[in-house]
């Protein structure tokens, strides 16, 4: 098995081999869950991100948001632990071993936590809805980039997405589905 690192996540761990696919087996087609947004704003179309990694669905199958300008407070799409805490990106990994990411604007990793506060760490416990870390859309478009955040189920396939919404969404409200 090739492994993968997530590029301006995880630069020093192989995330493939921290996800193993799930030993039990789950009915093929059943909904396995509903992914909540992290952040207020309108839904986009992850082919839409300006990045190819994110667009070109390398990561894995999503949708982003373009968030609303204030501080906002990034939360937890599914309930799990976090496997990875950076301050511009984490990713919550379930009982059923579905890891999704949040990825809080593109090349944000350059601001080196520049305008980010973590407020939860790595193996901690999370429930749909926490806090994870809070973050300045408007400070990150001040520095020439985009706030747009990328929501992904890693290492799945397309079809594992569905009932993306579209246009305005609320915090916490259901962003896509997946099915395995």
Request: glycine share 10%.
């Amino acid at each position: 098995m090739e492994t993968t690192a997530i590029p301006g996540v995880d630069d020093d761990t192989t995330f493939a081999k921290q996800c193993a696919p799930n030993p039990r087996p789950l009915r093929e087609g059943h909904p396995l869950m509903d992914i909540l947004t992290p952040c207020p704003g309108t839904v986009r179309a992850l082919e839409t991100v300006p990045d190819p990694l994110f667009a070109g669905g390398l990561v894995g199958p999503g949708a982003a948001v373009e968030p609303y300008d204030g501080t906002q407070h990034a939360m937890a799409p599914i309930t799990g632990q976090l496997l990875k805490v950076h301050p511009h990106a984490y990713v919550v990994i379930n009982e059923a071993r579905l890891a999704v990411l949040v990825h809080l604007g593109i090349d944000t990793v350059s601001r080196r936590g520049d305008g980010f506060t973590v407020l939860k760490e790595e193996g901690d416990q999370v429930e749909a809805g926490t806090p994870v870390i809070e973050w300045d859309p408007v400070a990150v478009r001040t520095a020439g980039l985009s706030a747009v955040i990328p929501v992904v189920a890693l290492e799945k396939t397309e079809d594992t997405v569905t009932d993306v919404l579209d246009g305005e969404i609320a915090a916490g409200q259901r962003l896509f589905r997946f099915h395995r």
